[in-house]
Nanobody, 113 residues
Framework: QERLVESGGGLVQAGGSLRLSCASSVSYIIPMGWYRQVPGKQREMVAGFVRGRDPEAAESVKGRFTFSRDSNSNTVYLQMNALKPEDTAVYYC?????????WGRGTLVTVAS
């Protein structure tokens, strides 16, 4: 059973917007952040709760991407504006519980130039 399910990816033109969602099917598996990965590169943090109580964002997406969370539905979102071709990647959400990391299967975002 998948605990985290991402959605909202797709093909968009440069400058466009997408909104990703990640829902958890288990109450104690709380999604906390978004990561992305392109083939041949390490998975990198995009936005979310990394160290403290306030969400953070990677320098490459600051001012363009916004992380948000709906605690009632145990869902996190990533609003992505002003998309660039270099934002093309598979986007994953992540949760951690009792020392274990949980990942969704990811959703592909393709930004055409």
């Amino acid at each position: 059973q998948e605990r985290l399910v991402e959605s909202g990816g797709g093909l968009v033109q440069a400058g466009g917007s997408l909104r990703l969602s990640c829902a958890s099917s288990v109450s104690y598996i709380i999604p906390m952040g978004w990561y992305r990965q392109v083939p041949g590169k390490q998975r990198e943090m995009v936005a979310g709760f990394v160290r403290g109580r306030d969400p953070e964002a990677a320098e490459s997406v600051k001012g363009r991407f916004t992380f948000s969370r709906d605690s009632n539905s145990n869902t996190v979102y990533l609003q992505m504006n002003a998309l660039k071709p270099e934002d093309t990647a598979v986007y994953y959400c992540k949760a951690s519980y009792l020392g274990m990391d949980y990942w969704g299967r990811g959703t592909l975002v393709t930004v055409a130039s």
